[in-house]
C-alpha cells in the first residue's frame, strides 16, 4: 500500500511554529528540501544543486540520499495521507513540524523520542529505516553546520518528569 501525500491549502494558528518564518535557517532548509521532494521529481535537480550548495562537498550526495530514502519510506509507509504546503508557502502543517522534530531530535541524540515521533507519521514495519534515513540525514546537516532547536514543552517546576516532544497542532 502506497500513501498519498497531499498538499494543504488552509491554515490554523498555535503556538508551535505555524510559519517558515518562525524556523531557524536549517529548519527552513529541512522544510523547502521536504516539499521539494514530496512535490514531483522535476524538483529533484533544484534539490541537488541546493544540497551542493548546502552542504559540504562530502555530504551533499549523502544528505540527498538519506532524504531520499526517508521520503521513499514515508511514501510506502505513511499512516495515513501526509499533508504539505506547496514550496514556497510561509505556512507549516503539523506533518512538516513532526518531520522537522524528528530530524532535531536525532540531532540531539534522543533516538527513542524521534521514534516515538515517527510512529505518528510511518506505520511500526517502518519506523526503523525511516528513522535510520533520518538520522543519516541529520548528521549531514550537523557536519555542515545546519543544526535544529530540539524544542520541547516546558516543564512543570513542581514536577519532575522528562519533557516529553510538544504536542502538534492540526494544521
Not at 500513501?3 to 488552509?10: E, G, K
Not at 548546502?54 to 505513511?78: K, M, N, V, W
Request: charge should be neutral.
Amino acid at each position: 500500500m502506497t500513501a498519498q501525500i497531499s498538499q494543504s491549502v488552509d491554515g490554523a494558528g498555535g503556538s508551535w511554529p505555524t510559519h517558515v518564518q518562525d524556523l531557524s535557517e536549517g529548519e527552513r532548509l529541512v522544510v523547502w528540501a521536504f516539499r521539494r521532494w514530496v512535490s514531483g521529481p522535476q524538483h529533484l535537480p533544484l534539490l541537488a544543486r541546493e544540497f551542493d550548495r548546502q552542504f559540504r562537498r562530502a555530504e551533499a550526495r549523502l544528505a540527498l540520499q538519506a532524504l531520499d530514502s526517508a521520503l521513499s519510506g514515508l511514501t510506502r509507509h505513511a499512516r495515513r495521507t501526509i499533508v504539505y504546503h506547496q514550496p514556497c508557502c510561509a505556512c507549516l502543517g503539523a506533518d512538516e513540524v513532526c518531520f522537522l522534530s524528528i530530524v532535531a531530535a536525532l540531532q540531539s541524540g534522543a533516538h527513542q523520542a524521534a521514534s516515538a515521533m515517527a510512529q505518528w507519521l510511518v506505520r511500526r514495519e517502518g519506523v526503523q529505516d525511516f528513522v535510520a534515513a533520518l538520522d543519516d540525514l541529520a548528521e549531514c546537516l550537523s557536519g555542515s553546520g545546519h543544526d535544529l532547536p530540539y524544542r520541547t514543552r516546558q516543564r512543570n517546576p513542581a514536577r519532575t518528569t522528562t519533557a516529553q516532544p510538544l504536542s502538534l497542532l492540526v494544521h
